[in-house]
Structures are given as C-alpha cells and as structure tokens.
C-alpha cells in the first residue's frame, strides 16, 4: 500500500551509540518531515525538507542530523544517543501546497535510549 | 509564531455522552487547522481540517469542529461516545500560505470513554 514507511519500528540503544532511522515515501511528496513524540509535549519538529536537496531545523535539531538522499527518503541520524532522545519518532510527507490537506504519517519508531 | 493549546491532557466520558475536546490557537496569519487522533501503539490519522472553507468542519467517525476566529478556537465534538474513540487527540496548525508546510501540534488529549 501506498504511504510512508518508517524503519526500524523499535529500537533500544546504549548511550553513546549511533543509528539512523529511515523513512521512504511512494507517494511521490516533495516535502519530508521529521518529529518526536513525548508524553505531554505532543509533537515536535526536528527536522523537515522542503523539497529534495534541502533540509532544515524545526524546533528541536539538537543532537540529529538528516540526509534527504533522494525524493523517496529522508533518514535521520542521531550521531550519539542520549537517554532524552528516548522517544517515539514519526515521520510525514506531504504535497506542496498541501498545506489544506495535512500530512501524511509513518507509523513510528519507538527508541529507547539506556 | 504559531502556536496551539489543548485545554485538558485527559477527559473522560460516558459511552452515548458528548464528547468536547478543547483547542486554542494563535496564529498572525489565516490558519489551517487540523484534528489528528492516534489509537494506541499507531501513527496519526487525519480526522478533519479547516482551510478557510465552511467554519463548521465535518470530519470522520461522527466527529466535527468548528472555526471561530473570534475566540481563536478549534474545538472537537461529537454528539455520542462510542467506546472505540478512546484515543488520543491532537490539534495542529500549519500556516496556510507557507510553502514550508509546518505543522505545530498541540500537547495532546487522551480521550477515555467508560462504559
């Protein structure tokens, strides 16, 4: 089925160590985001790109990095973990212009960071 | 900046009860407005949105929303629980006109219907 789809779906990792979520879209969007869900707190944007070739921060980009690798995929990175990234990951994509038809989500990554 | 506030992490009803989740935004440009719901251990499903259209939204699963620019609010109803809504809801909004297409979310309300 068409969508977004998010990889791997939980994680656990040691502080330290590194890894990087995927995420590929076959809906041919041009825009790719990234966000973290904690309790409370809703989502929040880590990173985004606007369109193939470019990437941006979002609210919080402190201890990430992304790569657009192509129009499908848009991976994130975390270079060294830390237990406050222990969160759920989300990943979306949208149209442009799509702005009046909102996003559309991957299903997540649990990542646990002890 | 763009902001949202869901009044309530937590709100509880009867199964056949009203259902009224609260949402506030702030926005220095026409919004969109957006309801997601996200059912345990899942990714976020679109309920409805507002895209400066009809005020009163009507989205899935009996649920609707109205825009009222004058008290800045978004809220979601529906007229009769169901126990299969427990979920939780967010409220997003993305500024209209960008062509970034940011979406900020509020924090969240956890719906819990008792039978």
């Known amino acids: 089925n068409a969508g977004v789809t998010q990889t791997p779906k939980f994680q656990v990792l040691k502080t330290g160590q590194s890894m990087t979520l995927q995420c590929a879209q076959d809906?041919?969007?041009?825009?790719m985001y990234w966000y973290r869900q904690d309790p409370g707190m809703g989502l929040r944007l880590i990173y985004y790109s606007a369109s193939e070739g470019t990437t941006d921060k979002g609210e919080v980009p402190n201890g990430y990095n992304v790569s657009r690798l192509n129009k499908r995929e848009f991976s994130l990175r975390l270079e060294s973990a830390a237990p406050s990234q222990t969160s759920v990951y989300f990943c979306?994509?949208?149209?442009?212009?799509?702005?009046?038809?909102?996003?559309?989500f991957g299903s997540g990554t649990r990542l646990t960071v002890v | 900046a763009q902001s949202v506030t869901q009044l309530g992490s937590h709100v509880s009803v009867s199964e056949g009860a009203l259902v009224l989740l609260r949402c506030n935004y702030s926005s220095s440009v026409p919004p969109y407005l957006f309801w997601y719901v996200q059912y345990p251990n899942q990714g976020l499903q679109l309920l409805l949105k507002y895209t400066s259209a009809a005020t009163l939204v009507k989205g899935i699963n009996g649920f609707e929303a109205e825009f009222k620019k004058s008290e800045t609010s978004f809220h979601l109803t529906k007229p009769s629980a169901h126990m299969s809504d427990a979920a939780e809801y967010f409220c997003a909004v993305s500024e209209g006109s960008s062509n970034t297409g940011k979406l900020i979310f509020g924090q969240g309300t956890t719906l819990q219907v008792k039978p």
């Open positions: 809906m041919n969007h041009n825009s």
């Open positions: 979306a994509s949208r149209l442009p212009g799509q702005g009046v038809y909102g996003y559309t």
